[in-house]
């Protein structure tokens, strides 16, 4: 009988114990609730480094549309976004030389502007996937006419080597493009 009556009290106690220390969880979690009156901060931390692109859609104006004053041909004067407002005068005074220039910018985007483009990969060390190499060059390719018309009206008076002198500005002007875009992408890590 001993033996049970000391057991007993043995458990007893640690009832006893337990119901102290769940006492002072129920006050600790009551002083809790009373002084956060205010939710939880929570940071989300963004790391744009680390993100890939797997589907890239819309626009890229990657610099072929001049300022209104521009009086020189660099890729720094370009902005992106702004009308050329150019009339198409130029075009239909002039269609076989629009014509013609056109013609010639096109078949330097199908072969020789992806080797450019290749090229300033290499210097820039950002090499890109064939299929986001096409996107570029065909996104130069919807903005070719406006550069051309810009030229044209440059030139109001067209003389032997002006058809050269604009397809040369012109194809000066995509590897321009180019060498800015590959320079400008997002590099890993601190580097730009």
């Not at 929570?42 to 610099?63: A, Q, S």
């Not at 820039?124 to 009206?153: A, G, H, N």
């Amino acid at each position: 009988m001993k033996q049970v009556n000391d057991c007993l009290q043995y458990l007893n106690q640690q009832i006893q114990q337990m119901n102290n220390k769940i006492q002072e969880m129920d006050a600790t979690i009551g002083e809790l609730k009373k002084n956060s009156t205010q939710p939880p901060v929570i940071r989300n931390e963004y790391r744009f480094d680390l993100l890939k692109v797997e589907k890239l859609e819309g626009t890229l104006n990657i610099g072929l549309n001049p300022t209104p004053n521009a009086s020189d041909s660099s890729i720094e004067e370009f902005s992106i976004g702004q009308s050329l407002n150019t009339p198409k005068v130029t075009e239909q005074h002039n269609p076989q030389m629009f014509h013609g220039i056109q013609e010639q910018v096109q078949d330097y985007l199908s072969s020789g502007a992806y080797s450019a483009l290749e090229a300033f990969e290499h210097q820039y060390e950002y090499p890109l996937d064939e299929p986001y190499r096409k996107f570029i060059v065909e996104d130069v390719k919807k903005q070719i006419d406006q550069r051309i018309r810009y030229y044209l009206q440059k030139h109001p008076e067209p003389t032997d080597n002006t058809q050269e002198s604009i397809i040369e500005e012109v194809k000066r002007d995509i590897e321009k493009t180019f060498e800015a875009f590959i320079r400008n992408l997002p590099r890993k890590g601190n580097e730009k």
